[in-house]
């Protein structure tokens, strides 16, 4: 099941896939890789990316998840990152993404400070940048897309 409610920053890229980047798994780990920085600029430590599913996770806890379609190499729908307190009641009675027994977090516990939404959407798209390049270089994950 997906969630999108109060205290979380959605973020749908769009995307063409193009000759020499239609590589759907570099690109999830891309998305994941965009999140991870945006969130260390925000003080949260020791997010990253978990064997048992695609997402970000910290501290054994679902931090950000992941969804995206493509089609004919555009991509379409993509993370939603939980930011404040605020998302806990709407995960309350869904099992996030169904993915059982793992917990949610959000960017505000684990930075130790009260990050709002728009100061998560700066982060986010300060690295955005750094991630999806308008140029048609790429070095994967951890790179230029």
Request: glycine residues 14%.
């Amino acid at each position: 099941m997906t969630y999108h409610g109060p205290g979380q920053l959605v973020g749908y890229p769009i995307v063409h896939l193009g000759e020499g980047r239609r590589d759907v798994h570099r690109y999830v780990r891309s998305l994941e890789e965009l999140i991870i920085r945006a969130v260390g600029d925000l003080g949260v430590t020791g997010a990253g990316r978990a064997p048992w599913h695609a997402g970000v996770w910290a501290e054994d806890a679902y931090l950000a998840a992941l969804g995206v379609k493509v089609a004919r190499w555009v991509t379409h729908h993509g993370f939603a990152l939980n930011v404040t307190d605020a998302v806990a009641a709407g995960f309350a009675t869904i099992v996030p993404c169904g993915v059982a027994g793992r917990p949610i977090t959000w960017v505000s516990r684990l930075a130790g400070w009260a990050v709002s939404v728009p100061e998560a959407a700066a982060a986010v798209a300060h690295r955005a940048g750094e991630i999806f390049d308008s140029s048609a270089e790429s070095a994967g994950a951890g790179g230029k897309y």
